[in-house]
């Protein structure tokens, strides 16, 4: 039996302006799982990612992490839990352009409270290389490709090892043979247990889920579960394509 590590019970969201997103939107993710989200574009599929992640709020509703209620949290006790528990990749890589890839992963393991400093260090420099970007660490974001100074984000993402990883559109901004390697990465992590909830909108990327959730506005249309993925199938990329196309997508 998976475990439950993340639930969003009845969220609603409307925005101050008049407009409505979420009605009574539930929603499970479980513990070992690569969920991903797809749907058209402003079908919500961010926002439900920053509402689980507690970095937006809803209007009602509930969202638990590992069975806690974290929507009553402070704002302090919630950067501390998303600072802990939580890893987050983007479409842009946010690292600090005056920092090496080397000290923005590490920062980012002294504010997620790991130590001590060599520890730290230590670990830093085996998820780099991890990632496939163990020779550049002494590099400025600047001085690397996009490929690689998305991968030194996830590297970042994962120093605090978060209960669950969310990537928003990871491969959105990289070519074709990057975005291959952020999504071996990214699947080579859950194999070895990372729970992960990925937005998307590429079928490619999709197909590395064990489940994919179709948002549209605002709603879970449908679901498809699949095996855990081992390796690129036509097979595979039929289904999630046949279960697409049939959402009119
Ligand atoms: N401040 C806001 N006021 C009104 N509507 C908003 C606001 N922010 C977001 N929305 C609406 O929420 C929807 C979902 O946005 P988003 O989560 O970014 O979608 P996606 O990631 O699926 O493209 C959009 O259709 C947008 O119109
Ligand atoms: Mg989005």
Not at 79 to 97: D, I, M, N, S, W
Request: net charge neutral; proline share 4%; with cysteine.
């Amino acid at each position: 039996m998976k475990k439950v590590i993340l639930e969003g019970i009845g969220l609603c969201k409307s925005f101050p302006s008049g407009g409505e997103l979420f009605r009574s939107l539930d929603a499970i993710i479980y513990d070992g799982d690569f969920t991903v989200v797809m749907g058209p574009s402003g079908a919500g599929k961010s926002t439900l990612l920053y509402v689980l992640s507690g970095m937006d709020s809803v209007t009602s509703g509930t969202v638990k992490y590992r069975g806690q209620p974290i929507s009553g949290l402070s704002e302090k006790r919630m950067a501390e839990l998303r600072a802990k528990e939580f890893g987050f990749v983007f479409q842009q890589t946010h690292l600090v352009g005056n920092l090496t890839l080397f000290e923005n992963v590490a920062v980012a393991g002294y504010l997620a409270g790991k130590e001590p400093p060599k520890a730290v260090q230590i670990q830093t420099e085996k998820l780099l290389r991890q990632m496939g970007v163990g020779g550049a660490g002494d590099r400025l974001p600047s001085q690397v490709s996009g490929g690689e100074a998305q991968r030194a984000a996830i590297a970042r993402a994962m120093i605090g090892v978060p209960g669950i990883l969310f990537a928003d559109e990871p491969t959105g901004a990289l070519n074709r043979q990057n975005s291959q390697e952020v999504l071996n990465l990214l699947t080579g992590l859950n194999q070895r247990g990372q729970s992960i909830l990925m937005v998307t909108h590429d079928m490619r990327a999709a197909a590395r889920g064990n489940r994919i959730l179709y948002l549209e506005d605002g709603e879970i249309l449908d679901q498809l579960d699949l095996p855990p993925y081992e390796k690129a199938s036509r097979e595979r990329d039929e289904r999630v394509s046949g279960w697409l196309s049939s959402l009119q997508w």
